[in-house]
Each structure stands twice: as structure tokens, then as C-alpha cells.
């Protein structure tokens, strides 16, 4: 079993994201390192600020010059393959967008947001999906730790009933 000795520190800026998702992510970010086979080699400490689309669109705007919100964004403060130690990051949620795109894909919200915690922390790990291959890396670690947390392929192709 990995050693998941990460402080997880959670931001609620806007009050219709349930409480009780802070008991979750402690158990969702354990499941990514175990899966990747990843431990943190001294205290380590992750960000998550849980906000609305205005917010969202604000740091997006900000960061990436993009002006939109955007359902997740990660601001990875250690480097691709460095020890997972320390400050490791940011992640910041909208929950409107969390929520419509969740009600478009047919999937519950909670999955949807569990699938988008392990996307932005994965980034803070240093995976990314700019290139085919890195973006098929990257899915495939998605699928295999949501598969541990009994979550469906998040990229399958949805077929209506």
C-alpha cells in the first residue's frame, strides 16, 4: 500500500458543494497513488478549492487566457517524475460546469467529480494530454483507478436505451 501522507486542505467557496466530499477525496487521491504505485516521500500537502463558474472562469482567464470556465484546473507546484513531497498543487472545480456536463453525460455527479479530481491530480503528477500519446496515457491511468473506486469508463461511448 502506497503511503498517501498528503494533507488535503479543501476551499468551499460556494455552498452547493456537498460537505461531504471532503471525506472522499482523502480516499481518491489514496486510490490514484496506489494505483500508480506512487508514495509520497515526506509530508505533502494538496489544495482543492471547490467554486463556481464566475471563479473558475476568472483563474482561467488569469492563468491561461482563456476566457471561460472550465469544469477543472490543476496548478501543479512540483515537476514532471520529482519526489511527491511538499506543496504538490492546486485544483479548482466549478461546480455548474461539474454539474451540467454530469447531467449531459448521464453520470452522477459524484462520479463525474471523482473522474475530474483524478484528471487534475494526475496533471499535478505530471501526466498531461497534449500530444495522442500522452492523452491515451493519461485516459488509461483514468480508467484503471476509477475502475478501483467502481466508477464507469469515463470515455465510452454512451449508448442510449
Known sequence: ???????????????????HFADDVDAIVA???????????????LSLLLTNDEEQ???????RAKEQST??????QIEPDEAIEGMLGDISFAFETVQKE???EHKQFHHHFAHLLVHGFLHILGY???????AE?????????????????PYADIVEQ
Open 1 to 19: 500500500m502506497a503511503n498517501h501522507n498528503i494533507e488535503i486542505d479543501i476551499l468551499r467557496n460556494d455552498e452547493r458543494w456537498p460537505e
Open 31 to 45: 486510490t490514484v497513488l496506489n494505483t500508480l504505485a506512487l508514495e509520497a516521500e515526506g509530508p505533502a500537502e
Open 57 to 63: 472562469q476568472k483563474l482561467n482567464t488569469d492563468w
Open 71 to 76: 469544469n477543472v484546473l490543476s496548478f501543479p
Open 102 to 104: 454530469a447531467e449531459a
Open 128 to 134: 498531461d494530454h497534449l500530444t495522442d500519446r500522452e
Open 137 to 153: 496515457e493519461m485516459e488509461a491511468a483514468e480508467r484503471k483507478i476509477l475502475a478501483r473506486l467502481d466508477i464507469a469508463d
